[in-house]
């Protein structure tokens, strides 16, 4: 079983930064893939970025090149660094585990034990 636990949310001015921190507890095997994902009012889920234990990391295009994922060495904790904010980055932001080795392109479905998020909200 695995526990994860999202804070560092917050309400920002576009263009600036913010980080996200997500604590797992658990057996770790069942995390060996840990990503970030987002939900906007009346939009679907959808995967920002991933990390995997072979150590790959994935973006979604409207986030590359401003966000960047990492973890610690032990992945208890997941960070998602958050640069150059837009309004359009305005969603609660959940963080999400499983124990195959995903990307950020498998999106919601791979992802078996999620957080209980985070709101993140850019004015413009």
């Known amino acids: 079983q695995v526990q994860l636990v999202e804070s560092g949310g917050g309400s920002v001015q576009a263009g600036d930064s913010l980080r996200l921190t997500c604590a797992a507890s658990g057996n770790s095997y069942m995390r060996r893939s840990m990503g970030w994902f987002r939900q906007a009012p009346g939009k679907e889920r959808e995967g920002i970025a991933a990390v995997n234990n072979g150590g790959s990391t994935s973006y979604a295009d409207s986030v590359k090149g401003r966000f960047t994922i990492s973890t610690d060495n032990a992945k208890t904790t997941l960070y998602l660094e958050m640069n150059r904010l837009k309004p359009e980055d305005t969603a609660m932001y959940y963080c999400?585990?499983?124990?195959?080795?995903?990307?950020?392109?498998?999106?919601?479905?791979?992802?078996?034990?999620w957080g209980q998020g985070t709101q993140v909200t850019v004015s413009s």
């Open positions: 999400a585990a499983d124990r195959a080795l995903w990307g950020v392109a498998a999106g919601v479905p791979a992802f078996d034990t």
